[in-house]
């Protein structure tokens, strides 16, 4: 029986069953066990393991009531929160890493809750600026410990009321002090993780909408002048996003990752991994979709035969399977290309800047194009199943409804039309 908890059972027991978290996975890794080297399969498989045991061991039915927050520090003693660095400098030493070891660490982790991913996708976006700016500063180190291994969940505050799209022209103010430490005052929001996190990263500028001025801060949410109130998402019910008033704030000069004039180009570094995590997420949330869809349709029988015979089915679910499957392998390869690059180079920051910029526009191209297929995907695979895809017996409704966010987070999809027109003309200049 599929571990899910609902009021009412409307699948029959033999099909839920069949649509087991095992199964999902059988089911994922006989698509990719032909595309995937013996090191990545092997790293896949223990993720899966690890899940379905942890599942089993703590009773979880992905029940309303659940917090998916309580399961961040058996993931993180894993070293399953992040594999994107080995993290020696906190002295984790993964030896399986890279943008490919993080796409299977989500595949893997996808199936067994999504919110969860998505939850620790956002930990991850306020990990990458404290190890790239830790510069040896003991606190600094120890919130990066904190949130790699799962002590704490971490959030990024760049969103404010008044400027989504138009991050870098902030409202938010910080002022330098005699010390070098900084007063910030300001209203952020949308922030996922914010009100369950010990250390969030956030920006400021010292004069309103001037990008040039901004700065990037390293913040312990439990500093005077933290106000964090959740801002509720119903369609991602288990994430707790927030809205901070930061008044007078203090932070510490030991904590200041990025003083003013530094915060714009510590902002677009984020970037490209932010939107790549995205791309990973959704395509996991199509290989959710796609393998609840994938095992119903060859179970459920109406009018003789089992509804994936039927062409107005089996049609559909193979043109949501060929898509999924082709722009995984697309993403593979960019991760793969990139570890590459990241590896002959020495380094994220020795890639040429005209490699990098080829690869700003695919990180791009990949998180536009993959929301895109999530919405759609969860969607009408939900659609497939009739009642089935849309009751609370089983994930559907979950991949249904953060499909429907993703295209928003991270850079709206007209924003992402927009770098991609900005990168087309700037290729254009490079090649004519
Ligand atoms: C679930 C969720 C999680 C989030 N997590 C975080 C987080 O962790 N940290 C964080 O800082 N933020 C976070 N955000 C905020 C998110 O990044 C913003 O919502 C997003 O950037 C859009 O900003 P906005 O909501 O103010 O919309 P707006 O910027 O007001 O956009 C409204 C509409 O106008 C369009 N638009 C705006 N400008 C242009 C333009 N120049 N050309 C064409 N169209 C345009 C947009 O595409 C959109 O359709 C999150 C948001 C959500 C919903």
Redesign the pocket.
């Given at each position: 029986m599929e571990n899910r908890r609902f009021d009412t059972q409307a699948i029959n027991d033999e099909i839920l069953e069949a649509m087991s978290l095992k199964n999902r996975y059988n089911f994922l890794n006989n698509n990719l066990m032909s595309v995937l080297s013996t090191e990545q399969f092997k790293f896949l498989r223990d993720i899966e393991r690890f899940c379905m045991r942890f599942e089993k061991k703590n009773n979880i039915t992905h029940g309303p009531e659940e917090d998916i927050y309580e399961w961040i520090p058996e993931f993180g003693k894993k070293g399953y929160i992040t594999r994107t660095h080995a993290y020696s400098e906190i002295d984790e030493n993964y030896d399986y890493y890279g943008a490919t070891a993080d796409f299977l660490r989500i595949l893997g982790t996808d199936q067994f809750s999504t919110m969860y991913v998505m939850a620790s996708g956002?930990t991850i976006?306020a990990i990458n600026p404290v190890r790239e700016h830790h510069d040896n500063v003991p606190v600094r180190l120890e919130a990066l410990k904190d949130m790699v291994t799962g002590k704490s969940a971490g959030?990024?505050?760049?969103?404010e009321p008044e400027?989504?799209?138009?991050?870098t022209h902030m409202l938010t103010e910080c002022e330098e002090q005699d010390d070098g430490s900084f007063i910030l005052n300001g209203t952020?929001?949308?922030?996922?993780?914010?009100p369950k996190a010990d250390w969030v990263v956030a920006y400021a500028t010292t004069e309103k909408n001037n990008a040039n001025q901004m700065a990037q801060f390293l913040i312990d949410t439990s500093w005077e002048g933290f106000n964090v109130k959740r801002v509720y998402?119903p369609w991602?019910p288990k994430?707790f996003?927030g809205k901070e008033e930061l008044v007078n704030l203090k932070v510490p000069k030991e904590y200041v990752l990025g003083g003013p004039g530094r915060g714009k180009a510590h902002l677009f570094e984020g970037l490209i991994p932010e939107r790549l995590g995205i791309a990973m997420g959704a395509i996991a949330q199509c290989w959710g979709a796609v393998s609840h869809a994938a095992i119903y349709s060859n179970m459920r029988e109406q009018m003789g035969r089992e509804i994936l015979k039927w062409q107005g089915v089996g049609f559909l679910l193979t043109d949501f399977w060929a898509k999924t499957t082709n722009l995984t392998l697309s993403l593979l390869k960019f991760c793969e290309a990139y570890d590459e690059k990241v590896e002959n180079f020495g380094g994220e920051h020795n890639i040429p800047a005209n490699i990098r910029q080829a690869m700003v526009a695919s990180a791009s191209q990949l998180k536009y194009h993959t929301t895109l297929l999530s919405k759609e995907a969860c969607y009408e695979m939900a659609n497939l199943m009739g009642g089935a895809g849309v009751c609370d017996n089983t994930a559907m409704h979950d991949y249904m409804n953060i499909s429907r966010?993703q295209e928003?987070?991270?850079?709206?999809?007209?924003?992402q039309?927009?770098i991609m027109s900005m990168a087309l003309r700037t290729l254009f200049k490079m090649s004519v």
């Open positions: 956002a976006l959030a990024i505050l760049i969103t400027r989504g799209s138009d991050a952020k929001i949308y922030n996922t993780n914010a998402i991602v994430l996003l966010i928003v987070v991270g850079g709206t999809r007209q924003i039309q927009y």
